[in-house]
């Protein structure tokens, strides 16, 4: 991905859950360094995804501890994190949405 929108968002998730920290950054890299078409791209790198629909796809954190969502232009390499949370507070939103 050219472009993840915003790391500031991870980097004020991590403040808050710091065991979250050197996850998030190896997720950033990889994410930085991808040039994925479709959703499959990624289901071949990252196989626990799950993809929805509107180009949303819910990435694991730390071995399902934590759930980061987010919507992707292909054509563009842009990634929107839409949300990063614990588990419960991802149970609590509606991802499809958010």
Not at 17 to 42: F, M
Request: charge should be positive.
């Amino acid at each position: 991905m050219k472009r993840i929108l915003s790391k500031r968002t991870i980097k004020e998730f991590w403040f808050k859950h710091p065991d979250s920290k050197d996850y998030l950054e190896t997720w950033y890299e990889t994410v930085r360094g991808a040039n994925w078409q479709n959703p499959n791209d990624i289901k071949d790198f990252y196989s626990t995804i799950s993809i929805l629909k509107d180009s949303r796809v819910v990435f694991n954190i730390k071995g399902n501890h934590y759930r980061l969502v987010a919507k992707i232009n292909y054509e563009k390499q842009w990634l929107f994190i839409r949300f990063i949370g614990t588990h419960k507070d991802y149970d609590e939103i509606d991802a499809n949405t958010i």
